[in-house]
């Protein structure tokens, strides 16, 4: 069975920079997609970024020029590097792929407070 694991959320202060970090457990290549949301507090999930095969890539308006979605085909590994945080970017980040159905990643917190 495919895992997705989540690593890198943190605390970090707003302008600064997190990368946060999904392996997925067997080949990257079975999912058609990769895409990254995120839960803020009392909200709900949202899409963040996402990646197909192709390498083309898609971004939420609120996270455009900020954000950047990458994938390490050898590392089986998807990225979001997330510069220049905002308070309101405060939520649980999930790794999502999908190749015919979805599979979830557990999650990962990002506080961005002063």
């Known amino acids: 069975q495919v895992q997705l694991v989540e690593s890198g959320g943190d605390l970090v202060q707003p302008g600064g920079s997190l990368r946060l970090s999904c392996v997925v457990s067997?080949?990257?290549?079975?999912?058609?997609?990769m895409a990254w949301y995120r839960q803020p507090p009392g909200k709900q999930r949202e899409l963040v970024a996402r990646?197909?095969?192709?390498?083309?890539?898609y971004y939420a308006d609120s996270v455009k020029g900020r954000f950047t979605i990458s994938r390490d085909n050898a590392k089986n590994t998807v990225y979001l590097q997330m510069n220049s945080l905002k308070p309101e970017d405060t939520g649980v980040y999930y790794c999502?792929?999908?190749?015919?159905?979805?599979?979830w990643g557990q999650g990962t917190q990002v506080t961005v407070s002063s």
């Open positions: 067997g080949s990257i290549f079975s999912f058609a997609s």
């Open positions: 990646i197909i095969s192709s390498d083309t890539t």
């Open positions: 999502k792929g999908w190749n015919g159905e979805d599979h």
